[in-house]
């Protein structure tokens, strides 16, 4: 009981000095005007003005003494001593109240999260089968994916209290500022769990300072005081010369394990990994459902819909894209969200804003030709890939865009597959050759132009995927990329390249023959999108009906 109490003091005495201070305020002010009233009627008339004029200038004063000065020396008491300053002593307790019916858009995650609960709550429960507590979970997944979300819903479920941090916090050019801060933070922690009956800590971002460890160089100094950091963190996490308080440290990453100090992935530290991935079909459709709850939006508000034009999207930038709607809504003075409104903030997000860049007519029109060579071949021939949007408004430094999406989340595509998406990125190329006899500088110019997409697949199918023409067999990126002992022969290196070409080529030619096939087709649709300069899923669709063509390998979908 004594323990309890004094590991109470130990976490709260600065509010139960602060209540103390405010109760000594108080009695002394009331003991302070009884004295001064007491002289006052006590005394002679002319004693009685005299007192008079000194409480007049001295209750100013001892307003101004005790409503100014007592919360500077508090604060004053709380930045220096407690480590506001220099890094030792308290860190911010999280307040979380997220109900785990509100964690959506990571089932997976979930069901792992909830074994943790569950060892949490029914602490005594593992104990009595001899088991241990986990010590460590470690959150990996892109960014807002919901990791630190998850974590607060954990923290809610168990009712234990959160001690929340950044991985950047540890960091600092004060030589012993991060040992600092983790001798604070696991302190404070314990502090919280003799209390409560246990405590977690949430570290966002661990990789800003666990990195695997160096030696030597340049700037030795700063890798020991880092090194030292991770040290002093592994040894708290072990609990060394320390009691088991049931304290589960969560900690979430973006990057892989192998940028991590491998002590701190070994059994007894991070003993559970959750992989909070991007949300599926379903999980897309639950989350838009959430935030649509909370925005009056008219009746053609479709969530299924939505959950399949926004492919790969987080939940962080589905929210971004429902706030964004509210916003275009805004500011055309309505209370009520409609698809429109959707569709242009899901263009705002992929996309981004309109640029201000002026084409000149003949830049237009080229460029309608350009993205209807990419839309015409994408609809056509794509065998995954539906042709969602055309545009010829400029965006993110592009003239224009064909925007294409996936039915739903491919992770091993076959070589048909890869094959079209090349057919997709020449047909730039074979349309300004059909309409105009040369080619602009459009399809090339660096990293994400056509031409350096294309060969970058085609270089992938032959040097790691065994698709060459040739039958050359082999991953021949691996010696490139890991710096070993490994190098093709120059006989090799040229059956690459002539691969690489050939698939090049024979895509050109087949798309080629295409467009000249149906050079009308290509006409029309670069006249609409000069007219309109930009075309939607319904109107690109009309259009291919319009001509009777049909995608071959796939039925349309509804958008």
């Not at 009685?48 to 409480?55: D, G, K, P, T």
């Not at 983790?182 to 800003?208: H, M, N, T």
């Not at 969200?337 to 804003?353: C, E, I, P, Q, T």
């Not at 319904?538 to 039925?555: C, G, H, Q, S, Y």
């Amino acid at each position: 009981m004594f323990k309890k109490f004094y590991s109470f003091i130990r976490v709260y005495w600065l509010n139960i000095l602060g209540v103390l201070f405010l109760i000594a305020t108080v009695i002394a002010s009331i003991f302070f005007v009884k004295y001064c009233f007491q002289q006052f009627f006590a005394s002679e008339p002319f004693s009685q003005r005299m007192i008079a004029a000194q409480m007049s200038l001295l209750l100013p004063m001892f307003v101004i003494v005790h409503l100014v000065s007592v919360p500077i020396m508090l604060w004053m008491q709380y930045y220096f001593l407690l480590g506001g300053g220099f890094g030792k002593g308290k860190h911010e307790r999280a307040k979380v109240h997220v109900k785990w019916d509100e964690v959506i858009g990571m089932e997976d995650a979930k069901k792992e999260a909830w074994e943790m609960v569950k060892l949490l709550k029914d602490r005594h429960l593992v104990k009595a089968i001899g088991g241990k507590i986990i010590k460590g979970v470690l959150m990996m997944g892109p960014p807002g994916c919901g990791k630190t979300y998850l974590a607060k819903a954990i923290a809610t479920e168990c009712g234990l209290p959160l001690l929340a941090m950044s991985g950047s916090e540890f960091k600092s050019s004060i030589v012993g500022h991060g040992i600092s801060k983790v001798k604070g933070l696991f302190k404070q922690a314990r502090a919280l769990a003799e209390v409560e009956g246990g405590c977690l800590i949430f570290i966002d971002e661990i990789d800003s300072f666990a990195s695997p460890r160096q030696w030597g160089g340049i700037n030795a100094a700063v890798l020991q005081d880092s090194n030292a950091t991770i040290n002093q963190f592994l040894t708290e996490m072990d609990g060394l010369r320390k009691t088991e308080n049931n304290i589960v440290i969560f900690a979430a990453t973006n990057v892989t394990e192998s940028n991590l100090d491998s002590a701190l992935l070994r059994a007894g530290r991070f003993d559970r990994k959750i992989h909070v991935n991007r949300p599926n079909l379903k999980e897309r459709e639950l989350i838009f459902k959430f935030y649509l709850k909370k925005i009056k939006h008219a009746s053609d508000v479709n969530a299924s819909i939505l959950a399949r034009k926004t492919l790969s999207f987080s939940p962080s930038e589905i929210e971004s894209m429902t706030r964004e709607a509210g916003l275009i809504a805004a500011r055309d003075s309505r209370d009520t969200l409609n698809m429109k409104d959707l569709s242009a903030a899901y263009d705002r997000v992929v996309f981004g804003m309109k640029s201000n860049i002026t084409m000149t007519e003949k830049e237009k029109r080229w460029t309608a030709y350009h993205e209807a060579g990419h839309a015409i071949i994408g609809y056509l021939l794509h065998p995954t890939d539906d042709v969602i949007k055309a545009t010829i408004i400029p965006r993110k430094g592009s003239l224009g865009m064909v925007a294409r999406r996936p039915i739903e989340e491919l992770y091993c595509p076959t070589k048909e597959e890869l094959m079209a998406d090349i057919k997709v990125m020449v047909a730039a190329y074979a349309a300004e050759k059909v309409k105009f006899g040369t080619t602009s500088q459009g399809v090339g110019g660096g990293p994400g132009s056509d031409f350096f997409n294309a060969i970058h697949v085609a270089s992938r199918m032959v040097q790691s995927y065994g698709m060459g023409h040739s039958g050359l067999v082999g991953d021949f990126t691996y010696g490139n990329i890991h710096q070993n002992s490994f190098n093709p022969s120059e006989k090799t290196k040229e059956v690459i390249d002539h691969d690489i070409q050939k698939i090049l080529k024979d895509c050109i030619d087949e798309v080629t023959q295409i467009l000249s096939q149906k050079r009308d087709l290509l006409d029309y649709f670069a006249e609409e999108l000069l007219k309109k300069e930009e075309l939607e899923y319904d109107e690109i669709v009309a259009i291919f009906d319009k001509f009777n063509l049909k995608p071959v390998t796939r039925p349309p979908l509804e958008i």
